[in-house]
């Protein structure tokens, strides 16, 4: 044990003195410190924005309730406007689906900058709308240009420890006095084991650091899911699998110029050739426009419903909704035509959800094939597994987009009965309306 600490006392030294290393060192702190930042900032604008949407809510419904006290049926300056029918009610019953931010987000943005992360539903909304996508992309890529704390610990750390490990062992070697340490150390691989546990806890010591800041900011340390904990465990095991190739090579190595053409050759493969190939192969078997036909087709189709005359549309809603045959409506002699238009979007709404349905169906075999090359694409597994704990994968964003579906399945199922059923809406009726369209985090 005294050995071994003499040995580590020698690699601070030896560490000390050069300046290469601890220039290193310190950029790689500052990218941390910058990825982390840009998450937490990223965390921050979200959470602000999702208090001011929440705000302007409440302000929304007092608006209408004054409207309601005061014997009106809506704005003065808009007299077309009536909140005593169910479409304008409904309409101005504010139902904002929310996804709340995360408190890792400052580790993992992950594609919380790609997808959106609230949206004001009406009964004309659908779970892929411009506002929530305004591209449409493969589901595993990440946000373009953005340097986040996972970028940071995949892909740079890595470089980092190549600098800081590439000439041990291999310096002696090169200077041919490895024999003499041999020597002096009765284990070569002791010696060299030695000298990179010096590094290794150096390094997940800082990460810790960085790591307990950013997470009690946002207070994902008080956390008692574990999930703070997981993430470091995970960055953990991630910088100590490289520190194991790394000790292999250099246990095997000839010299430092050897060791380093190995060391950056491994993660040359893993981090960029494997990465990149995958991605090509992904693209060729899922095209990315791939999606984007189901919503062109869905949209034809839209318009299409807009030009059917009114007996077309209220049988077709007849069909899909059969409920709707003991309303008012249905039994009436003379038709409205003016409910029938404004119940088209219950048309509407089974024909996106069958479009958003085969989108999904498309993105999990898209998701599944890149599972089933994680063995041989680790760093994309560690990639995806950084932003699953930050709740920024895809699979956030996917249940994100079924709460909006269930929220517009609301407004429009609303719509329908309570039109149909020709029902004045009074105060408690809005209310009613409010209370349905709020959130779990509302409630």
């Known amino acids: 044990m005294k050995h071994l600490i003499t040995i580590t006392r020698y690699e601070f030294r030896h560490f000390a003195r050069s300046p290469f290393k601890i220039t290193a ?7 941390a410190i910058y990825g982390l930042q840009n998450g937490y900032e990223l965390f921050k604008k979200q959470l602000a924005e999702t208090e001011n949407i929440k705000s302007k809510n409440e302000e929304t419904i007092a608006e209408v309730i004054s409207w309601y ?25 504010p139902a904002s689906a929310i996804k709340e931010p995360s408190k ?40 373009i240009g953005t340097l986040d704390f996972s970028f940071i610990i995949i892909y740079l750390l890595p470089v980092l420890l190549i600098i800081l490990l590439f000439n041990i062992g291999g310096l002696e070697k090169d200077l041919n006095f490895d024999r003499l340490v041999q020597v002096n150390n009765p284990s070569f691989s002791t010696w060299l084991l030695a000298r990179f546990i010096f590094y290794f806890f150096l390094i997940i010591a800082l990460l810790l650091v960085l790591m307990l800041v950013y997470a009690a900011l946002t207070n994902a340390l008080f956390d008692l899911s574990g999930t703070f904990l997981n993430m470091y465990l995970l960055v953990l095991f991630y910088t100590f699998l490289w520190f194991a190739v790394f000790y292999y090579i250099n246990l095997k190595g000839k010299g430092s110029a050897n060791q380093a053409i190995k060391m950056a050759s491994i993660w040359l493969m893993f981090a960029v050739i494997v990465p990149g190939a995958t991605h090509q192969i992904l693209s060729l078997k899922y095209p990315a426009s791939y ?82 090359t994680s063995w041989i694409n680790p760093v994309n597994w560690f ?23 269930k929220m ?29 369209f709020k959130t779990e985090t509302e409630k």
Do not use: C
Not at 106 to 134: H, M, R
Not at 426 to 433: G, M
């Open 104 to 143: 890792m987000m400052p580790f993992s943005i992950g594609q919380a900058e790609q997808f959106g992360y609230y949206k004001q539903v009406t009964n004309w909304s659908s779970t892929f709308d411009a506002d929530l996508s305004e591209e449409m992309a493969n589901p595993e890529r990440l946000a």
């Open 291 to 372: 999606m984007t036909d189901y919503l062109d087709a869905s949209r034809d189709e839209t318009y299409k419903i807009y030009d059917l005359p009114a007996d077309t549309v209220m049988k077709k809603l007849l069909v899909h909704y059969p409920e709707l045959q003991a309303t008012k409506l249905a039994k009436d002699t003379v038709m409205d035509e003016g409910i029938i238009g404004n119940s088209s979007s219950g048309l509407i709404n089974k024909l996106m959800k069958d479009a958003a349905k085969q989108i999904e169906d498309s993105n999990e075999s898209k998701n599944q094939f890149i599972r089933n």
């Open 25 to 31: 060192l310190l950029l790689f702190l500052g990218a």
């Open 383 to 405: 990639q995806n597994t950084m932003n699953r704990l930050s709740e920024t994968d895809y699979y956030a964003y996917q249940k994100f987009r079924v709460e909006i579906q």
């Open 69 to 93: 006290d005061a014997g009106k049926k809506g704005p003065d300056d808009k007299p077309w406007i009536d909140v005593t029918t169910p479409m304008r009610a409904i309409w101005y019953a």
């Open 408 to 436: 517009i399945d609301k407004k429009v199922k609303f719509i329908l009965n309570d039109s149909w059923n020709k029902e004045t809406i009074d105060r408690e009726k809005f209310l009613e309306y409010v209370e349905a």
